[in-house]
């Protein structure tokens, strides 16, 4: 919200410098706008875009480190006794100052210091707050008014503009590259954090999970133990019974969408197939928890099986279920691409319509249906909500359907909700799957790729 | 023509036995995908139903008629000075009050135990209402009132019958005599059903009667509009660039398969990243939408970075090549001619990320917009929640009575994913067009 306070005043700079930028370089030719460079307008643009960089820049500043430098400084005035705790208990003191300081109660009894540091807080930060603005505001009006001293007729203002402007579509552009090696930074430092706890030989072969640290040091297990491979089989499970579900329908409505259904079919499934993903995933996740989950426990009792509650199957079969639409459109793809001259050659020959498509259309469209299946694939693995909801937390090693099994994401979700503190194993760990994830997402989407590049067939 | 096998015949009992076996196969591979369709909507077929019949009843509550005599003494009041106090007022004991005119419905329940069981009947929030009013008004005191309070859940769930009156009394929440108290009140015309407006209108609460979705939505609101205002410049700049400007050479192809990747990336993962650079680097505040709304940005900026730069693409060559002919400049033609005729496409493809951006619940939980929270959130800085992790929290809720108000919820959010897809397909099919 501050960070607004130090931008308007500099976006007021930067009007008042695109006004007169417009109006330096119309006085200069007497009005007579034809015998400008560029359009009155991009001399007006040229001052106010770099009036306001340089203000906007501070502001940037701000809301980036504010709140990081503004603790800093709250803790170097605590007095001795309260700096020297342990950082969580200071973090938790910190949080306290901030709560009183925002005119709310405090929670776990800072006294008198507390307060003082609070008064401390609220006057370091209007005072910063304060100094930020002026720096913004004069570093903004020194650069208004260099650029509006270089506003002449012969200025090339449109050409300056449009680099300006040309720099920034650039630069959003490569946001994304920033994105990911944000990701790939963010897990990599975490899970390194992580590795040097726990061996990497434990973590990826290790057969026992269980990251609750006990309370006490002395506790049985205290150290937790982080073999993540029932983790994996568990998520493994759950895609497999998923795909198991979503590939034959998907596959096969896609096939019954193009070559038999009339339109009256059509029209009725291609909006289900769209609602169906178009369901945001807490709606499946209930729907297996609270529907599937109880009726399979029901038909497995009828069946004398013994059915988890929170069963691999519902997980699985709800995931299935959110996944046909996607394979059904990407196989859908893959098959119109087939051009429709091999189909009439097949019918040609004297097949029917069932044999064409198994014995030319799918071949001819296989590497897109595989590459479909395997982004379908991706997906599963990555989603969350519905097995955090329908999946236990339970790392069972094993294969049976029935039981409970956890996944990498219902792990994620559970090591990293509640708990704030952010230097145990136990935290750190899920950075380490959550690696894991972004890599095993990752290689399966290269790899569909590259089989839809590398296997099409090419027909013109 | 000459006959390529001379001696087939073609009507030999071999011949049409085969002929009936593909025959049949044609048939059965046709009903398999017929099947595969009806298994589809059957899926989505039961998943409303269940939702649309669990979901109903959040959109009634049951209230109790009670005639409540404001009884200074009764409330602890003191009776020197009535009215006086506005803070003697709002600590004053209102349970009390319930209690008294309760009593007067059931005079011959005795005991503590019992009254409290009795008391049980009435929500909570009642006591609330009923300081609301004396506040308001502090003449009230020592008058008496008819008014129609929120009854607890529980009266509510066994009006709806979602508790089962056979069932053995230790399976019930509720026990035999106070079912019989109930039916007593419903005899009387005490108890009636009304259009919840609390569960539209107010934020979260830990009894299920005053839980209300209206602190969520805001929540979601203001999340959304973060990510509007970042995601759609950059997004749009970005398929400006990669469409019009970009040169072809490594770089630009380094980031058109980033771009790709990210699409696909599983949302728990920007989550990760939301709290590793966003609370853990950068200090802002937990549970904020402000952080929320950052974090969904970058998960929708993909979609809409892809959908733009189809929108960019399907504007034909010659409008650019028109626009360069008369003397614009390459940025005069996007920002006066390609934008604009771009744009419907645009606004659809970020439209439809939004809403996915609004269902999205996993980097939510990341970054700590899971917490409890009973106030509306009224900045981009407040601790919230959003509607999807509301659902979320209240499936989590052990209390039965929550499964309504989830199912509720949830209709609440596909609805505003209906509108808001709706919105997308209305703005194509208006504003498409066909060069």
Known sequence: MNAVLIAAPVAALALACFWLGRRRALVAVGGRASELHSLPGYYGWYAALLCALPGLLIAALWIVGASWALDQLTIASLPDGVRGRAPSELALFLNDVKNIAGGGMQVAGGGEVAGQAAQHYIALRSRGLGYATGFALLLSAVAGFAALRRVRPELRARIRVEAMLRAALMLSSTLAILVTVGIVLSLVFEAIRFFGLVSPLEFFFGLQWSPQTALRADQVGSSGSFGAVPVFVGTLLVTAIAMIVALPIGLMAAIYMTFYASDRIRRLAKPVLEILAGVPTVVYGFFAALAVAPALREIGTALGLSVASESALAAGLVMGLMIIPFISSLSDDAITAVPGALRDGSYGLGATRSETIRLVIIPAALPGIVGGFLLAVSRAVGETMIVVMAAGLAANLTANPLDAVTTVTVQIVTLLTGDQEFDSAKTLAAFALGLALFFATLALNVLALHIVRRFREQYD | ?435
């Not at chain 2, 099947?35 to 939702?51: D, E, F, P």
């Not at chain 2, 929500?123 to 607890?152: C, I, M, T, Y």
């Not at chain 2, 609370?279 to 709304?293: D, I, K």
């Not at chain 2, 940005?297 to 929108?311: C, K, Q, S």
Request: glycine share 8%; aromatic share 6%.
């Open chain 2, 1 to 435: 023509m000459t006959d390529p096998h001379p001696g087939a015949r073609w009507k030999t009992p071999e011949m049409n036995a085969r002929l009936a076996r593909r025959h049949a196969s044609e048939r059965r591979f046709r009903r398999l995908g017929l099947a595969a369709i009806l298994t589809a909507m059957a899926g989505l077929a039961v998943l409303l139903i269940s939702i649309l019949s669990k979901g109903i009843p959040a959109f009634w509550s049951t209230e109790v008629r009670l005639d409540v005599r404001f009884d200074a003494e009764v409330m602890g009041l003191d009776a020197t000075a009535p009215g006086a106090d506005a803070d003697a007022l709002a600590r004053a004991d209102y349970g009390a009050l319930i209690r008294e005119s309760l009593r007067e419905i059931f005079p011959d329940v005795e005991g503590r135990r019992e009254v409290r069981s009795l008391q049980a009947l009435v929500s909570v929030g009642a006591r609330n209402e009923l300081r609301a009013a004396l506040v308001a008004d502090p003449d009230l005191v020592g008058s008496s009132l008819d008014l129609w309070l929120p009854a607890d859940d529980e009266v509510h769930m066994l009006l709806e019958e979602q508790i089962d009156r056979d069932a053995p009394e230790s399976e019930r929440r509720l026990s035999d005599t106070q079912i019989a108290w109930i039916d007593a009140l419903d005899a009387q015309g005490r108890l009636r059903g009304v259009f919840n407006t609390r569960f539209l209108l107010s934020g979260d609460s830990r009894e299920p009667e005053l839980a209300g979705i209206w602190g969520a939505t805001v929540g979601s609101f203001l999340a959304l509009i973060v990510t509007l205002a970042i995601a759609f410049p950059l997004g749009v700049a970005a398929a400006v660039y990669l469409e019009e400007f970009a040169p072809h050479n490594r770089w630009t192809q380094l980031i058109e398969v980033n771009i790709n990747n990210l699409a696909a990336v599983p949302s728990i993962v920007f989550g990760l990243l939301g709290l590793a650079v966003f609370l853990n680097l950068m200090h802002l505040p937990r549970s904020a939408p402000l952080v929320g709304g950052m974090t969904l940005a970058l998960m929708t900026l993909p979609t809409i970075i892809i959908t733009g730069r189809v929108a960019i693409q399907a504007v034909p060559p010659s409008i650019r090549e028109a626009a360069r002919g008369i003397g614009a400049s390459p940025l005069q033609v996007v920002t006066h001619h390609v934008l604009p005729l771009a744009l419907p496409g645009i606004l659809t493809g970020t439209i439809i990320g939004m809403a996915r951006a609004l269902g999205e619940t996993a980097p939510l939980l990341m970054i700590g917009m899971v917490a409890f929270i009973v106030d509306v959130p009224g900045g981009l800085t407040d601790a919230a929640t959003a509607l999807p992790v509301q659902i979320f929290l209240w499936a989590d809720s052990p209390e039965r009575a929550f499964v309504e108000k989830t199912s509720g919820a949830i209709m609440v959010l596909l609805a505003f994913l209906i509108a808001m897809n709706a919105t997308a397909i209305a703005l194509r099919a208006r504003y498409e067009k066909r060069w």
